[in-house]
């Protein structure tokens, strides 16, 4: 079956330009997960969907990253005025509920210039 | 908050031979779930072996096994009889088991390279 997409495989923008980021996880699965990969670093949470429940925000760095999973499917993270440290391949999981294995998209690399 | 430490940024192994990748951990919990994952260069994250740890018997998925220490928070991977395929970054990440947030944190990785 489809595995998590993401799209676009590769973004470029220019510092102060919005961008948007999407996620389509594995059909039926209720969990998604955003994760940043800077160079450099490992792989930091960003925020957690699960279901109907309140998003766990707790991992976004600033108050220029939000995220949204709408009809509990795709989900889209949006980065206001980016900055060059926003810079970062950014990884979207889903699971197909809790306790479970995450299954990881080939991510977005974002270059901010 | 729980942190996991890869302390080999990089490690090399000849093909066919034996390499163990180290991890440590930090929390409070006792009950939580441990992971490998392998990141080749097409970027896509690949489960490679999970251990729960409630089990004392160290888990083992074909050429990959883990060393699972609780009590030392250590959980190293060894690969048995190593292929090219192999290549890539190796990420330790631990979740808890239940309760709050299931984030993985993660180990800043460690890059194996094969050589032929």
């Known amino acids: 079956g489809a595995g998590v997409s993401q799209s676009p495989s590769n973004k470029v923008t220019e510092k102060g330009k919005d961008v948007e980021l999407r996620c389509d996880p594995i059909?039926?699965?209720?969990?998604l997960y955003w994760y940043r990969q800077s160079l450099g670093q490992g792989l930091e949470f960003l925020i957690y969907?699960?279901?109907?429940?309140?998003?766990?925000k707790s991992g976004l760095p600033s108050d220029r990253f939000s995220a949204e999973r709408t009809g509990g499917s795709v989900s889209t993270l949006t980065i206001q005025r980016t900055q060059q440290e926003d810079s970062a391949v950014y990884l979207c999981?889903?699971?197909?509920?809790?306790?479970?294995?995450?299954?990881f998209g080939p991510g977005t690399r974002l270059t901010v210039l | 908050a729980q942190t996991v430490t890869q302390s080999q940024p990089e490690m090399s192994v000849q093909e066919a031979e034996t390499v163990t990748l180290s991890c440590t951990y930090d929390?409070?919990?006792?009950?939580?779930?441990l992971f490998w994952y392998k990141q080749p260069p097409s970027r896509q994250m690949i489960l490679v072996i999970r251990?729960?740890?409630?089990?004392?018997q160290n888990a083992t998925e074909n050429r990959f096994s883990v060393n699972f220490q609780k009590a030392a928070k250590s959980f190293s991977l060894k690969i048995s009889d190593s292929q090219l395929g192999d290549a890539a970054m190796y990420f330790c990440?631990?979740?808890?088991?239940?309760?709050?947030?299931?984030?993985?944190?993660f180990g800043k990785g460690t890059k194996l390279t094969v050589n032929p």
């Open positions: 999981a889903s699971s197909p509920y809790l306790n479970n294995e995450q299954f």
């Open positions: 059909s039926g699965h209720t969990a």
């Open positions: 969907f699960q279901g109907n429940s309140a998003p766990d």
């Open positions: 929390t409070s919990e006792s009950d939580y779930y």
């Open positions: 251990q729960e740890a409630y089990k004392q």
């Open positions: 990440a631990y979740r808890n088991s239940q309760g709050g947030s299931e984030k993985l944190v």
